[in-house]
Every structure is written in structure tokens, then in C-alpha cells.
């Protein structure tokens, strides 16, 4: 619905009868938390409309549809996204006035939908963004967890996680589809008969666990388009046993409840305990049963033979998690709709595409072949039939091979391995960056290239950039309109026209003025969540991103430590003031990940002790970082710090929304990196450090973490003060890490590159002192270039070299 089409009045009599339908209150009554559902009600109801009709287009188009399956939708709130997508901001505001409140107010009613862990699930919310403004037809689908990831904690330094309640507040956005419900079927045995019409498959005792669909609506902007996100629900099957009740035993009444909504009660539950693995592998298998059979049904509806799926259908698998979608979909076609082996074989790797998004080995999903067996026995049956046919064909291409042929199975030393299902039964396999999409060729999918190099590509991802520009920085926004206009809105292509201001010298200074505002903004924002007090004119230097070892987390302390240790020494040595500030959660079960966490708040409060100090380096870790904080976060950093191991990180997006903020990065030649230098220029981005071929070349000839320790006096002086530890505490632990770990030491050769990364950080702080135009004129260069990764892109890629999808404008 355009701006023009949607009247002030209109907005208000939509609200007014949300308050009177759902409420039974008058305007005059309503309370800020009922005003807020009844705006997202209102603005749904224009959503519904719009995509009502491109439904119909879609219908008479006879489209494609891609269906997006993911474990993860970041999608974080709503509200504001879906108003300045539909172009009625302006109009609800207004109306709102009579209400005595702002849209603001209502923003910040609205919990962060955090059904994510971070770049995978905000890369997929950003898709289904894009996809709609694309007017592409498409539906996301996951789970809907009760609980989110988890809220974060911090306790005396440690991370603790917290239920993160999001459903209260969130549920609105939810319209529960009662039509759409879907079984699917757990454990017990498979018996086969033979009849007339070839082989039948029968479920013995199966578990059997309900799939119930609610739909979130994501609307395009300046499109006719909306993309659905269908969450399933599980809930139990079996009926209430009314005389178990009344005999008092109520623990067995609700067992088979309290087992089937386990599997959508929380987003990846530890998986360092059998029932914890059990549990995830439930999980993927209830949302690609679910989802295909409701594309199936769905397909049928419409056109009737399943053998049209390959014209119609394009089924994304977003990483492994998804990667039983190939021996489902073989199920539903064999099983349910009588087809051949050869046929539903050749719809299925027709049909499906998948994404890798890393090369790190513990992120390569396998499965203990008993524990599949036991939960998934038909699946199973279908997986060793792929295994064994797979394996033939490996035999005569390969003969003789064994090693070839047992690293590309599916099963093998009764495991099964995730990643070679997901290759071998799409069509296209996507990396998402240039690097990485090389890499995989070249490591862990080498056998899969050799075997078949027409299936491997690239798509370098891209993030939304009106949420992360437009909507988090209305100040640069208002900058880039008056120089370029607002077309980049909708082509971010568009923005590379602003690199005609490099050397305006009244656009510099505004662009310095609003930077000053956007630190301002999150200092005032930081110190109302968690009473840190920052420092608006220092240096915003900023990681945010999950706490991971390969993500280099420790190597960015390892560089306060060595700044606070000459300011310890000589409190007066010159050094421009600088804010450190860290963003992120660990995974529940990783020690390691949790003992930096500590690490950076006791560092944070031994230097907070010292004002001396304290006001030339400050150390703050932001509490439960999620996407809204991130959009306050962004606009306000000044260095990106994108430091993982050369050959470790994906691609990254973190760094893509610093990039079009106006910071400007510090990093490794590694993922998305490597473009952005390339885009940017040499000149205006930090790179330092190792590369990923010279990373391979030295583990391959040996690395020793030691010859840095003792060739490097600062560095040791470093080490030794983890030893001796901060705020009482030491951190022994992790210079044994670095210097003596097992099985290595030093496994992302933080040690390696410190040398390097001192001396980058060095030149960026002369340079932010002496040259801030010429600081201001790098940061208006990262802008410009930054359109090249938006997710508009990203999908405009996938639907003509992967989906063979078609616009439908």
C-alpha cells in the first residue's frame, strides 16, 4: 500500500477499533501497551491486504516460489521496519498524537523477536526483507521457540543465561493458521509389505507430534510484495486420557504434551548431553517435515502433479540444520505419492540448493548413526539407500579410493555427515563470500568439487540496509539526501554517488557533527541500560559479535592490556582517549568463550578504578546484545573490529553494517573483508595480519606460539600480566592457552598476528588525532562503497543463478 493510499484518518479508525474489538477500552482509556498492539494489529491488517493481492498476482502468474529453511530468524522488532517498509510512518504518527504518545514510545514496548544466535539468523531475517522489496514470492521457514536465545546475564564477570521471554509482546505479530497443520512421526519401528501397488511402509509405535503454523508477515519496501514466515508450533497428538486424570496422575496425563512442546520450546538447547542432542536432531527434523509437507499439499492444491515441484518450487537449505529436508522430501515423494526412487531422487536434487557458511569442523554437523536410527528410523532406511547408491557411483569414478570415498559418504565410521547430504542432494551449493566460496572448493568440499565443480558458486552476502541505514541513522540519511537523493533507498547501488564529496569540505564537517550525535545517542543509551559511563569524545572502538575463538575476541585484549600496562606504568603517556566496547553472547556450554567474557569485565573493572586511567582507556561490555541495541550501536562506532583468523570467518555482516555506518575497519583479510577492500580501496580500510594461504603454509609447517612469547618483549610482558591476573583474579588459564594448550597452543594464532595488530591500531589512533578530514573523508569512502553489500543484491544473485526465480513486479 503506497504512503498516498493510506489516509491519517484511516490510521486512526483502524486503532480506534482495534482498542474497542480487543480491548473494550475508548482512546481515552487505553494504556501504552494496549496502543501498541493495537498499531501492530492495525498495520498487519494493511500487510494482509498487500499481500492478499500479490498472492492473487503470484496465482495468475503461475510464479516460483523459494522456500527459505532456516533454524534461525533474527528478526529483532517489527513495528518500526514494517511502517517505514510500507511508507506510513508519517501517517501513524500523527495519529497518534491525540494518544498523547509517540511512535518512539511504541518501539520500545516491543520485545526483540531474538529467535536467532547472530549472523546466520539476521542474514535470513534480512533475506526475507529483501526478497519481498524484490518482489520475489517467498516464505521463510522455523520453528517458533518459546524462548529466544537467551537473555544475557553478567555475574561477577560471568556470563549466566536467562529465559528470553519474547511471546508477551511479540505473539501479535503472529496469526495462528489452524488450517495448516501438519504430523509428523518419532521413533517406534518400520515394517514393509508388499501389495498390488508396490511396497508399503507402516509406522509401529510412532510418537506423533503436531505441527501448527503461525505466520509473521515481512512487508517489501516500495513493492507490491510480502514475504511470509511460517513458525511451526509442536504440540501433542494423543488424546487427554480423562481417567488417568481423575486417578490423580497427572505427571502421565501431561507427558506426551510436555515431551512434543519441548521440541519448540527453546532455541538450540545444549547439545553437550545425549537428551540435548536428541533434542536438537527432533527439532531439524520437525521443521523440514513440517514445511515440506505443507509445500507439498500447498504444490498439489495448485497444480496438481508433483512432478511440476522443479518449475514451481525452489527449497533453500540455509547451512545443515536444514540438511534432512533431502531424505524427507525423498519420503514424502516415495512414500506418499508412490513415486519411483530415480524419479523422487531426480525432483529432490532439482529442487533443493544449500548455503555453507563455515569451514570450522565442529560447525560441519554429523549425527551418531544410532541416535538417527532410533529417533528417525524411516529417515534412516532412506539415508543408507542414498548412502549405498552414492557410494556405487563414487566406487566407479573413483575405483579403488577407499579414502575419497568414505570422506564424501554420507555415513561412514557410523556417523552422519550433514554437510555431504546437503551437497550431494542440491543442485547449487553457494559459499557467501568470494574467499570462502573458494576455500570450500579447495578444503572441506574438495572430494565434492573434483566430483562435480558445475554445482559450487558464490553469493556474497549482504545485510538490509534500509533497517541498518536508514531506519538506525536518520542523521546520515538526512546528509546523504541532500547530496545524492533518496534513491538508494531502494538501490543501494545509488550511494556510490556520494564519493563526489570526498573533498567537500561542508559535507565532512556535518558527516564529523553527526557522528558526534549518534556517540552521544549511545552514551546516554548505555549509561540509562547499564549506569557505564562512556566517554562520547574518545574513539568508539567496537566488536560485536558472538564470543568465539576464531573471532579473535582475546586478541583485541591482548592490545588493552598492552596499552593499559604503559599507562599503569606512566599514567601521563600521551594516548588519544579511547572507548573499547564489547557486544556478545557465548553459547551456554562454551568455557573458553565465557572465560574472555570474564576476562574483558575484570580488566574493565580494574582500569574503571583508576580515573587516571580510566580517562584515556575504558573497557565496557555491553549486557544481552541483541539486534536493537545493535541499531544504536552501529552508527555510533568509529572502528569496526573484524580481526578473525585469515581463512576462519564466512563472510561476516557485522562488518557491512559498520561499513555503511561510517566506521571504518580494522581487520584480517578474511570473508567479506577481502570485497570490502576491494570496493573501499586499500587506503581506507585497516587490514593487517596473515593471510589465509599463509595461515595454511605455517600450520603446515609447524607453528609454535612460543617463538612470538619470547621474540616479542611487550607481547610477554602481556602474557605475564594474564598470569597475575586483574581484580584480583588470575587469568593463568588463558596464557596457558596461548602458550601451552592442548592439543595446541594457540589454535587462532592471536600470538601470530599481535605484532601486526598493535602497530594497525597505532596508525588508526595517530590518524583519528593528527587528520580527522582525512579520517572523515576514509569514513564518507566506506560509505559510498558500502551499496555493493546489501541484501537486495544478495537475492538478486540467488533468484537468477541459483532459484531461476522471476520478479513478479
Known amino acids: 500500500m503506497k504512503k498516498e493510499q493510506f489516509t491519517q484518518q484511516q490510521a486512526k479508525e483502524l486503532i480506534q477499533g482495534k482498542l474497542s474489538r480487543y480491548f473494550g477500552v475508548a482512546p481515552s482509556e487505553a494504556r501504552k501497551e494496549q496502543l501498541y498492539k493495537a498499531v501492530v494489529m492495525s498495520v498487519r491488517d494493511i500487510m494482509l491486504e498487500k499481500r492478499h493481492k500479490f498472492h492473487t498476482t503470484t496465482k495468475a502468474a503461475k510464479g516460483k516460489r523459494v522456500y527459505y529453511m532456516c533454524m534461525e530468524f533474527l528478526m529483532g522488532r517489527s513495528l518500526k521496519n514494517s511502517l517505514y517498509n510500507l511508507g ?18 511504541l518501539y520500545e514496548l516491543e520485545p526483540d523477536a531474538g529467535l536467532g544466535n547472530g549472523g546466520l539468523g539476521r542474514l535470513a531475517a534480512c533475506f526475507m526483507d529483501a526478497l519481498a522489496t524484490g518482489d520475489y514470492p517467498a516464505m521463510g521457514y522455523s520453528i517458533r521457540y518459546d524462548y529466544g536465545l537467551f537473555k544475557q546475564k553478567i555475574v561477577d564477570g560471568w556470563q549466566t543465561e536467562l529465559p528470553d521471554v519474547w511471546l508477551p509482546g511479540g505473539e501479535v505479530w503472529l496469526t495462528q493458521r489452524s488450517d495448516k497443520t501438519f504430523t509428523v512421526k518419532f521413533d517406534g519401528y518400520i515394517e514393509e509389505k508388499w501389495t498390488d ?7 509401529r509405535d510412532a510418537k506423533e507430534v503436531q505441527a501448527v503454523a503461525y505466520d509473521m508477515m515481512v512487508s517489501g519496501y516500495d513493492s ?3 514475504s511470509v514466515l511460517r513458525l511451526w508450533k509442536a504440540r501433542s497428538v494423543q488424546n487427554f486420557d480423562m481417567k488417568l486424570f481423575s486417578q490423580g496422575d497427572y505427571n502421565t496425563v501431561m507427558k506426551e504434551d510436555n515431551e512434543a512442546e519441548l521440541i519448540s520450546k527453546v532455541l538450540y538447547p545444549a547439545d553437550n548431553h545425549v537428551e540435548g542432542k536428541s533434542l536438537r536432531l527432533k527439532q531439524q527434523y520437525f521443521l523440514v517435515s513440517a514445511s515440506l509437507q505443507n509445500i507439498l499439499a500447498d504444490h498439489k492444491r495448485r497444480y496438481g502433479s508433483l512432478k511440476l515441484l522443479p518449475k514451481m518450487a525452489a527449497i533453500h537449505l540455509n547451512d545443515t540444520h536444514p540438511a534432512l529436508t533431502v531424505p524427507e522430501l525423498m519420503r514424502l515423494l516415495i512414500d506418499e505419492n508412490g513415486m519411483s526412487w530415480d524419479e523422487a531422487w ?18 560441519l554437523e554429523t549425527w551418531p548413526e544410532d541416535l538417527i536410527a532410533r529417533r528417525l528410523p524411516r529417515i534412516y532406511m532412506i539415508l543408507k539407500e542414498i548412502n549405498r547408491r552414492f557410494c556405487e557411483d563414487l566406487w566407479k569414478k573413483f575405483p579403488g579410493d577407499w579414502d575419497k570415498i568414505s570422506r564424501m559418504a554420507v555415513i561412514s565410521y557410523n556417523t552422519v555427515k550433514m554437510a555431504n547430504l546437503s551437497v550431494l542432494g542440491s543442485h547449487h551449493v553457494n559459499g557467501v563470500s568470494a574467499l570462502h566460496s573458494d576455500i570450500i572448493k579447495e578444503s572441506i568440499f574438495k572430494d565434492f568439487y573434483d566430483y562435480t565443480p558445475e554445482k559450487f558458486t558464490n553469493v556474497t552476502n549482504g545485510i538490509a540496509h534500509r533497517r541498518w541505514l536508514n531506519q538506525s541513522n536518520p542523521e546520515l540519511c538526512s546528509l546523504l539526501n541532500d547530496c545524492i537523493g533518496e534513491g538508494y533507498a531502494k538501490n543501494a547501488a545509488k550511494l556510490a554517488e ?7 569540505d561542508s559535507v565532512l564537517k556535518r558527516l564529523d557533527e553527526i557522528k558526534a550525535i549518534k556517540k552521544k545517542q549511545f552514551a546516554d543509551f548505555a549509561y540509562k541500560k547499564q549506569g557505564v559511563i562512556i566517554n562520547p569524545d574518545s574513539i568508539f572502538d567496537v566488536q560485536a559479535k558472538r564470543l ?11 592490545h588493552i592490556i598492552n596499552d593499559y600496562l604503559i599507562l599503569k606504568e606512566n599514567p601521563d603517556a600521551p594516548m588519544q582517549p579511547k572507548t573499547y566496547i564489547f557486544a556478545a553472547k557465548a553459547a551456554a556450554g562454551y568455557y573458553m568463550a565465557k572465560k574472555i567474557i570474564k576476562l574483558i569485565c575484570y580488566i574493565s573493572e580494574e582500569i574503571r578504578k583508576n580515573p587516571k586511567i580510566s580517562a584515556k582507556l575504558n573497557v565496557i561490555y555491553l549486557e544481552d546484545y541483541n539486534v536493537s541495541m545493535s541499531e544504536k550501536l552501529m552508527p555510533a562506532s568509529e572502528i569496526s573490529e573484524q580481526i578473525s583468523l585469515a581463512g576462519k570467518e564466512a563472510s561476516g555482516t557485522g562488518n557491512m553494517k559498520f561499513m555503511i555506518n561510517g566506521a571504518l575497519t580494522i581487520g584480517t583479510l578474511d570473508g567479506a573483508n577481502v570485497e570490502m577492500a576491494e570496493k573501499v580501496g586499500k587506503d581506507n580500510i585497516y587490514i593487517f595480519g596473515l593471510k589465509a594461504d599463509e595461515v595454511s603454509e605455517i600450520w603446515r609447517n609447524g607453528y609454535s606460539a ?9 607481547l610477554r610482558r602481556v602474557v605475564e600480566a594474564l598470569i597475575v591476573g586483574f581484580n584480583g583474579e588470575s587469568f593463568g588459564d588463558i596464557a596457558s592457552y596461548l602458550l601451552t594448550g592442548s592439543p595446541i597452543a594457540d589454535p587462532y ?4 598476528d599481535y605484532h601486526s595488530y598493535v602497530k594497525t591500531q597505532q596508525e588508526m589512533s595517530k590518524l583519528y588525532e593528527t587528520d580527522k578530514r582525512l579520517w572523515n573523508q576514509k569514513a564518507l569512502r566506506n560509505i559510498a562503497a558500502a551499496g555493493f553489500f546489501a541484501a537486495d543484491r544478495s537475492i538478486k544473485e540467488y533468484a537468477e543463478n541459483i532459484w531461476d526465480l522471476k520478479a513478479l513486479h
Open 548 to 558: 568465539h575463538e576464531y573471532k579473535r575476541q582475546l586478541l583485541n585484549v591482548l
Open 197 to 203: 501397488n508396490g511396497m508399503e511402509i507402516i509406522y
Open 88 to 105: 506510513v510512518g508519517e501517517v501513524f504518527e500523527e495519529a497518534l498524537k491525540e494518544y498523547d504518545t509517540t511512535l518512539e514510545d
Open 749 to 752: 594464532m592471536c600470538m601470530a
Open 706 to 714: 612460543s617463538v612470538y612469547y619470547n621474540n616479542e618483549p611487550m
Open 498 to 504: 556520494f564519493k563526489k564529496f570526498e573533498n567537500d
Open 346 to 363: 531426480d525432483i529432490t536434487t532439482k529442487v533443493c540448493a544449500y548455503t555453507n557458511h563455515t569451514v570450522l569442523a565442529e560447525a
Open 224 to 226: 507490491k510484495a510480502v
